[in-house]
C-alpha cells in the first residue's frame, strides 16, 4: 500500500515537472488547427476552403493553408491577402492570431466589414508553415526550438539540445527564402563557429513551408500579407518591419507605400503595458527572409510583426488579449485592400488579347518603380487581372508582351479615395516570315 502512493506520488510529481515545462492548453496542437479547420469547413462550406499546400521536408506532415471567401473552393477575379501565423516553432503567438481571426470573420459574417471582406477578397491563412518545428514545442521535447527538423548531419537522428540555440539540426525557415538566400548564415562561418540557429539551408526554397508559400504567391498575387513572429531577446518585441533599407540608404523604389502601410498597421496595435503603440522600422536584414521575397517577386506588400513581448507563450488571458490587439492592424489591410473605409490608393484592370478578348499574361511597366532587382508585375493567368500598389500621384504605365504592340497610357492618375482601373486590350503583331541565306566570303554558312 505504502508502494503504491509512493508511485503515485511519483506520477504526480512528473506530471506536475512535465506540467512546468509544458505550454497551456489555450495553444493549439497542430492536431488540433487541422480539427478547428475541417469543422469550420463543415459548418461553412461555401465560405471556408481548406487546402494542403505542401508537406514538411524532414516528417512529411502537410501544411495547411484556409482561405475565406464567398465561393471559397473557387479561385474568383478578387483582391488576395495572406496571413502567416508561424515560420519560427517557439513564436506560437502567431498561430493563436490567425486562429483567432479565422473564427472571429466567419462568427460575424453578416456583419460589416466582415461580410465584405468575404465577399470581395479572397483572405488566406496558413496558421503554421512548420508543423514539424511546431510538434516539437507542443510535445515538450523542447519549448524554445526554431527551425525545421533537416537532418543536417545526416545521421537519421534529430538532433537538438532543449534551450534556444545550440541544435544541430534544422533550417531557419524565414532565412530560406531564394532573395538575398546567399547573405543568409551557413552552418559554420569562416572560423568554424556554429550558426545552427540561424542556418539558412543547402538552397533557397529547400524546407516544405518555403516551398508551399512560394507556390501559393505564384498562385494568388497577394496585395498585402502578415508573417507573425514574437522576439526571443525582446529587442525587436512589438515591432512591425516593412522593405526595406539597407545600409541606412538603400531603398527600394516603393519604399514610401511600404512604410506608410507599415506606419499605420503598427499604429492600430496597442502595445501589451498600454503604454503606446507598436514601432515601425524598416527591415534591415537582407539575408533570406519572406517579406522582401514578397516585395521583390511578387509586389505584396508583407509586413513582418513582432507580436507579443519577450514571453514568447504567454498564459492563455494575455494570449487573447494580444490577438484582440494585433488583430486591428491586420484587419486594417483588408479595407485597404478594398478602400473600405480609408484609402485604397492602387492600379488594376485587365489585359486582354484584343483579337480574341481572352486574358493574357503580360507586364505592366512604370519608370522609376519597376527596377533591375525587381521581379516584372504582370497580370495573372485566369483573368489577366494585374494590381501596382502605388502612392497618389500622376505615372506613366506601359502594358507589354513579346509578340503584341506596346500601350502605353500616360498621365494615369491615382488617387486616395479608390482603385484607379485601366483594362487594356493589347494588338497582336502580324506575324511576318524573313527568308534569305547567310553567306561568308561567298560560300553559304
Ligand atoms: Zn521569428
Known amino acids: 500500500m505504502k508502494s503504491i502512493f509512493l508511485l503515485v506520488f511519483l506520477l504526480c510529481f512528473a506530471f506536475q515537472s512535465i506540467a512546468q515545462v509544458s505550454l497551456p492548453e489555450r495553444y493549439h496542437t497542430y492536431a488540433e488547427i487541422i480539427a478547428e479547420l475541417d469543422s469550420l469547413q463543415i ?93 516539437v514545442v507542443m510535445d515538450d521535447w523542447d519549448i524554445s526550438f526554431r527551425k525545421t527538423k533537416r537532418d543536417n548531419n545526416y545521421n537519421g537522428i534529430f538532433d537538438f539540445e532543449p534551450g534556444p540555440g545550440d541544435d544541430i539540426d534544422g533550417v531557419d525557415p524565414n532565412r530560406n527564402y531564394s532573395y538575398n538566400w546567399v547573405h543568409g548564415d551557413t552552418l559554420y562561418d569562416q572560423g568554424g563557429e556554429e550558426r545552427y540557429d540561424y542556418y539558412r539551408g543547402p538552397y533557397p526554397f529547400s524546407e516544405g513551408g518555403t516551398t508551399a508559400i512560394k507556390e501559393l504567391a505564384e498562385e494568388q498575387n497577394f496585395l498585402y500579407s502578415i508573417n507573425w513572429h514574437s522576439s526571443r531577446t525582446g529587442n525587436f518585441s512589438e515591432k512591425v518591419f516593412y522593405s526595406w533599407e539597407w545600409d541606412g540608404v538603400k531603398r527600394p523604389p516603393d519604399f514610401d507605400y511600404n512604410k506608410i502601410i507599415g506606419e499605420t ?46 514571453n514568447l507563450q504567454p498564459n492563455a488571458a494575455l494570449v487573447d488579449d494580444t490577438c484582440e490587439r494585433c488583430k486591428l492592424g491586420a484587419y486594417w489591410l483588408m479595407n485597404r485592400a478594398l478602400g473600405y473605409q480609408t484609402d485604397a490608393s492602387l492600379l488594376t484592370g485587365h489585359i486582354t488579347d484584343a483579337g480574341t478578348g481572352l486574358p493574357i ?68 503583331l502580324q506575324e511576318i516570315t524573313v527568308t534569305g541565306s547567310i553567306h561568308n566570303n561567298g560560300s553559304p554558312i
Open 361 to 428: 499574361v503580360a507586364e505592366v511597366y512604370i519608370d522609376d518603380h519597376d527596377v533591375i532587382y525587381l521581379e516584372p508585375r504582370r497580370s495573372d493567368e485566369i483573368y489577366g487581372r494585374y494590381w501596382r500598389l502605388l502612392s497618389p500621384g500622376t505615372y506613366s504605365v506601359t502594358y507589354r508582351k513579346k509578340g503584341y504592340k506596346d500601350t502605353t497610357l500616360t498621365n494615369v492618375t491615382i488617387n486616395n479615395s479608390g482603385w484607379t482601373i485601366k483594362n487594356i486590350a493589347l494588338e497582336p
Open 265 to 310: 498597421v503598427a499604429g492600430l496595435i496597442e502595445t501589451e503595458d498600454g503604454t503606446g503603440y507598436y514601432e515601425p522600422s524598416p527591415s534591415r536584414g537582407r539575408k533570406g527572409n519572406a517579406q522582401d521575397w514578397f516585395y521583390a517577386k511578387h509586389g505584396t506588400v508583407q509586413l513582418l510583426i513582432e507580436c507579443g513581448t519577450e
Open 43 to 135: 459548418v461553412y462550406p461555401d465560405y471556408v476552403f481548406v487546402d494542403s499546400i505542401g508537406v514538411t521536408k524532414t516528417d512529411s506532415i502537410p501544411i495547411w493553408a484556409v482561405k475565406l471567401s464567398d465561393n471559397a473552393a473557387i479561385d474568383e477575379d478578387e483582391a488576395a491577402v495572406l496571413y502567416v501565423g508561424q515560420c519560427h516553432a517557439e513564436e506560437v503567438l502567431g498561430v493563436e492570431i490567425t486562429m483567432y481571426m479565422i473564427n472571429e470573420i466567419l462568427n460575424h459574417m453578416y456583419q460589416n466589414p466582415y461580410a465584405i471582406w468575404l465577399s470581395e477578397l479572397e483572405i488566406w491563412f496558413i496558421p503554421t508553415i512548420n508543423p514539424e518545428g511546431l510538434q
